[in-house]
């Protein structure tokens, strides 16, 4: 085999490794992406079908129920303009509590229910994600615009 012949195979080795790796990396980042929305977007049929994301807002006052076996429980997220269900097994964060911010990271199921797999709440008075801030925001800000085109005769 010439040189030329040997440079060239060591060349195309190079790349198809470097093309591996590149694919390896990729698919990990893929996997382990996890995307945020707000229940508007989750309601308007946006956000992924058996794929994990997160979901945040606030917990709507009034809606925890805890199941008999002490760990399942059942809330619901609300943006101020759509709310979605949620269930939670396991220990929930100390600061969780109605009327609160709160992101969920787990499945949407066929049902409509939000299965998660873990709850964060926000650290203190003043704290909330800043997606989940902007989403509630936009709901707020939507919700005065259609009232105020309602009141104008």
Known sequence: ?????????????????????????????????VFFFTPTQVAAHEA?????????GLVEKGSVKRQPDGLTVRFIVTDTARSVPV???????????EGKGVVAQGKLGADGVFSATEVL?????????????????????????????????
């Open 1 to 33: 085999m010439k040189p030329r012949h040997k440079r060239i195979a060591l060349i195309v080795a190079g790349l198809a490794i470097l093309g591996i790796a590149v694919t390896l990396v990729l698919s990990a980042f893929n996997s382990n992406l």
């Open 87 to 97: 269930t939670f097994t396991g220990i929930l964060p100390d600061l969780f509590k």
């Open 48 to 56: 992924p079908q058996g794929r994990n994301f997160r979901i945040g």
């Open 121 to 153: 709440a926000k650290h203190d008075e003043n704290y909330m994600p800043p997606e989940a801030a902007d989403a509630v925001e936009r709901a707020n800000k939507a919700m005065k615009e259609s009232r105020k085109t309602l009141v104008k005769p």
